[in-house]
């Protein structure tokens, strides 16, 4: 038996994913790269935004997308909404959309990126975050989550602090505790790729003092290092933990907003299922089947991902041993003899046998 929490893993292709592409990704690619996933067992993905189709043209087939979504059992497909207008379709079209059970209220920690993002300021958010709260107090909410934006740091502001994350939680906290609703859920979003494993791992033993909860990760990688904080989350969380991590098949994502484009990334939903399933962590995905989806989208793209498991494939198994009469290997294209068969280094040299 190991000691790791239960992790639940959210795909966010078609949402974080596909928002930092060019516009060309068309309403039929995306539903079948959501085959593809359903196929290879996701359970959860966020398949598109309710948002302003001038600032987010890839978001702008999301209620067709959505029209057409086939209710599958044990499969929840979100939408993310930022605004009244928004909330108000996705509940419209619940189901076959899934919506998240619980209130929640939300801190940006930068002013240069909230303005860049919402166009609103930290002023602004502060006119406004209790919404949340004044509308559950009416309704008698006993549950809520609470969560920070860009806490770790900012391409313009910097880094920010342990004890300041830890701050802008605890007023949310304390706001929820004033109406009586326990804290169930803290989420954090790392849109600037500022994590590291050693803040995550302060930010998780203050959470888990004092919050015990469900913590759902949204961390990019501009900087290569969200695999290995989502590993320390995994290590240090417990059997009666839940980690919520959020990934995008390939590694693909980001906000344009942020600075760093396609560059930015997530962590590679084939990339973490491998580790989860080399750590004895079921996920329920097939690792096969989440790398021929990232192709597809690899494909649609037409460009290489950001997928060291797409590349390689994961651990072979005992039936799955290379070839001992394999050639030399030279490029990425080689490289996928385990999923393309040998044909893809047919000719190549084996400097090793005698002539």
């Given at each position: 038996?190991?000691?790791?929490?239960?992790?639940?893993?959210?795909?966010?292709?078609?949402?974080?994913?596909?928002?930092?592409?060019?516009?060309?990704?068309?309403?039929?690619?995306?539903?079948?790269?959501?085959?593809?996933?359903?196929?290879?067992?996701?359970?959860?993905?966020?398949v598109g935004a309710f948002v302003n189709p001038k600032w987010s043209p890839q978001m702008a087939d999301t209620l067709d997308l959505v029209k057409r979504l086939v209710p599958q059992a044990g499969v929840d497909f979100f939408a993310l909404a930022l605004n009244e207008?928004?909330?108000?379709?996705?509940?419209?079209?619940?189901?076959?959309?899934?919506?998240?059970?619980?209130?929640?209220?939300?801190?940006?920690?930068?002013?240069?990126?909230?303005?860049?993002?919402?166009?609103?300021?930290?002023?602004?958010?502060?006119?406004?975050?209790?919404?949340?709260?004044?509308?559950?107090?009416?309704?008698?909410?006993?549950?809520?989550?609470?969560?920070?934006?860009?806490?770790?740091?900012?391409?313009?502001?910097?880094?920010?602090?342990?004890?300041?994350?830890?701050?802008?939680?605890?007023?949310?906290?304390?706001?929820?505790?004033?109406?009586?609703?326990?804290?169930?859920?803290?989420?954090?979003?790392?849109?600037?790729?500022?994590?590291?494993?050693?803040?995550?791992?302060?930010?998780?033993?203050?959470?888990?003092?004092?919050?015990?909860?469900?913590?759902?990760?949204?961390?990019?990688?501009?900087?290569?290092?969200?695999?290995?904080?989502?590993?320390?989350?995994?290590?240090?969380?417990?059997?009666?933990?839940?980690?919520?991590?959020?990934?995008?098949?390939?590694?693909?994502?980001?906000?344009?907003?942020?600075?760093?484009?396609?560059?930015?990334?997530?962590?590679?939903?084939?990339?973490?299922?491998?580790?989860?399933?080399?750590?004895?962590?079921?996920?329920?995905?097939?690792?096969?089947?989440?790398?021929?989806?990232?192709?597809?989208?690899?494909?649609?793209?037409?460009?290489?991902?950001?997928?060291?498991?797409?590349?390689?494939?994961?651990?072979?198994?005992?039936?799955?041993?290379?070839?001992?009469?394999?050639?030399?290997?030279?490029?990425?294209?080689?490289?996928?003899?385990?999923?393309?068969?040998?044909?893809?280094?047919?000719?190549?040299?084996?400097?090793?046998?005698?002539?």
């Amino acid at each position: 038996m190991h000691n790791y929490p239960q992790v639940l893993i959210t795909d966010e292709t078609l949402r974080d994913g596909l928002q930092i592409e060019r516009e060309g990704v068309s309403l039929e690619q995306k539903i079948s790269l959501l085959n593809a996933m359903v196929d290879a067992g996701v359970k959860r993905m966020v398949v598109g935004a309710f948002v302003n189709p001038k600032w987010s043209p890839q978001m702008a087939d999301t209620l067709d997308l959505v029209k057409r979504l086939v209710p599958q059992a044990g499969v929840d497909f979100f939408a993310l909404a930022l605004n009244e207008r928004g909330r108000e379709d996705r509940l419209k079209h619940s189901p076959p959309l899934s919506i998240e059970p619980l209130a929640a209220t939300h801190l940006h920690m930068c002013d240069v990126f909230i303005r860049r993002n919402t166009n609103k300021s930290l002023e602004d958010q502060e006119l406004f975050w209790r919404l949340p709260v004044e509308r559950a107090a009416k309704k008698g909410v006993q549950e809520s989550a609470v969560g920070l934006s860009a806490g770790f740091g900012s391409n313009w502001s910097g880094k920010f602090t342990h004890e300041a994350r830890m701050h802008e939680l605890q007023r949310q906290v304390d706001a929820w505790s004033a109406i009586g609703a326990k804290v169930t859920r803290i989420d954090v979003a790392d849109p600037m790729a500022w994590n590291t494993p050693v803040e995550v791992a302060k930010d998780i033993a203050f959470i888990k003092q004092h919050w015990p909860s469900i913590n759902i990760f949204h961390l990019h990688n501009a900087r290569g290092l969200a695999l290995l904080s989502l590993y320390e989350a995994l290590k240090l969380l417990e059997p009666s933990d839940t980690l919520i991590a959020d990934t995008a098949l390939g590694g693909i994502g980001g906000c344009p907003y942020c600075g760093n484009g396609q560059a930015t990334g997530m962590v590679a939903t084939e990339d973490l299922c491998h580790l989860l399933k080399n750590l004895g962590i079921d996920t329920g995905m097939d690792l096969n089947k989440l790398i021929d989806a990232s192709a597809l989208l690899s494909s649609i793209l037409g460009r290489s991902l950001h997928s060291q498991v797409a590349f390689n494939g994961g651990l072979p198994s005992k039936d799955q041993l290379y070839d001992i009469d394999m050639p030399v290997v030279y490029t990425f294209q080689e490289a996928q003899h385990f999923r393309l068969g040998a044909s893809v280094y047919e000719g190549n040299a084996r400097p090793w046998l005698k002539s």
